[in-house]
C-alpha cells in the first residue's frame, strides 16, 4: 500500500472521529453533520479503493479521473454555500421579526405602567 493512501486513510479517519466528536459534543447540528459524514466517508471509500476513481472517471467520461474529485468538491462547496445563505437569510428574518416584536411589547409595557401610574 502506497504511503500517500496510508495518508489518506489515516486523516479520512481522523476527520470522521473529529466530526462524531463535534455531534457528541453538540457542537454540529445533525443536518449538517450528515453532509459532512457522506463527503467523510467518500473519502474514506477512495482512499481504499484506488481504482475507484478510475472507474468513475470512465464510467463519467473524464478524460483525468483526479478532476473528477476537484469538480466534485468545487459542485459541493458551491451547494452548501447557497444552503447557507438560504439559512442565514432565513435568520436574519427571524432576528428582525423578533426585534420588532420586543419593540411593540416594551412600548405596550411602558403605555401600561404610565396608565398604571396615572
Request: aromatic share 8%.
Amino acid at each position: 500500500m502506497p504511503r500517500i493512501q496510508i495518508i489518506t486513510i489515516i486523516v479520512s479517519l481522523l476527520l470522521l472521529a473529529f466530526i462524531a466528536r463535534l455531534i457528541i459534543k453538540g457542537k454540529l447540528r445533525e443536518e449538517y453533520a450528515i453532509v459532512w459524514i457522506l463527503c467523510t466517508l467518500l473519502l474514506v471509500v477512495f482512499s481504499f479503493w484506488r481504482e475507484g476513481l478510475d472507474v468513475l472517471g470512465r464510467i463519467m467520461q473524464v478524460y483525468d479521473p483526479p478532476n473528477l474529485v476537484f469538480t466534485g468538491a468545487i459542485a459541493a462547496v458551491l451547494i452548501y454555500l447557497l444552503h447557507l445563505s438560504v439559512v442565514v437569510s432565513k435568520l436574519q428574518e427571524q432576528n428582525k421579526r423578533l426585534t420588532q416584536e420586543l419593540a411593540n411589547m416594551k412600548a405596550e409595557q411602558k403605555l401600561k405602567e404610565k396608565e398604571d401610574a396615572e
